[in-house]
């Protein structure tokens, strides 16, 4: 069964360093979103991409994120300049249209 | 915009005995639900969705949800619960227009007693 593949699994930075968190999502799917949780606590939608362009952004999605899809594959997010606070579990998701969200099993960072 | 309520933060159950999880919602228009599971240290897995005709849904594992529109919730039941449910439980919920992002609850943590 096809699913959304993210990597790395966990990463550890320390603040103020650039990290890129990458997700493949599925492949004939068209719309592509990333969500974080903080501590197993609620899932906050981050930005949603479609059309090689984003379609949707929430207030934490600042100018320290940013998203790309460099190729015909991958979906990755960025943030720039890293905080304490950007500590969390980091979801891609991705779907063909309405509808369910098909989830990876997450990028856990933790910023020191 | 629209919003998710999950009033409880813990429910527990025996094991054998039947769960509710309680989810009401607040969306313009007409409502696209979902219910997600969480496991530990793993991703968010569907469970099953509303989208239109019946308001009885069935999902994975046994599940069924019911919308209700009038009381605009979404509560999320099993018969007999397993201590394999015991797990954190999402309701979210977009407008069935446009593709506007899932907005999600805050989650509700079963815990299935044997």
């Known amino acids: 069964e096809p699913e959304v593949t993210q990597t790395p699994s966990h990463q550890v930075t320390q603040m103020g360093q650039e990290v890129i968190l990458r997700c493949v999502p599925i492949?004939?799917?068209?719309?592509f979103y990333w969500y974080r949780q903080i501590l197993g606590q609620k899932v906050e939608f981050l930005v949603s991409?479609?059309?090689?362009?984003?379609?949707?952004k929430s207030e934490i999605f600042d100018d320290q994120f940013s998203v790309e899809r460099p190729d015909g594959s991958n979906f990755t997010l960025k943030i720039r300049s890293t905080k304490l606070e950007d500590s969390a579990m980091y979801f891609c998701a991705s779907n063909f249209g309405p509808g369910e969200l098909f989830f990876g099993e997450g990028s856990r960072l933790t910023v020191l | 915009a629209q919003s998710v309520a999950q009033p409880e933060d813990q429910v527990n159950v025996a094991e054998g005995n039947p769960l509710t999880v309680k989810c009401t919602y607040s969306v313009s228009g007409n409502p696209y639900l979902f219910w997600y599971v969480q496991y530990p240290n793993r991703g968010l897995q569907f469970l099953l969705k509303?989208?239109?005709?019946?308001?009885l849904v069935k999902g994975s594992y046994g599940f069924e949800a019911e919308f209700n529109k009038s009381q605009t919730s979404f509560h999320l039941k099993k018969p007999s619960a397993l201590v394999s449910d015991s797990a954190l439980y999402f309701c979210?919920?977009?407008?069935?227009?446009?593709?506007?992002?899932?907005?999600f609850g805050k989650g509700t943590r079963l815990s299935v007693i044997a």
């Open positions: 979210a919920v977009r407008p069935n227009s446009g593709n506007t992002p899932l907005v």
């Open positions: 509303y989208i239109t005709g019946d308001n």
């Open positions: 991409f479609y059309n090689n362009e984003i379609s949707e």
């Open positions: 492949s004939n799917h068209l719309y």
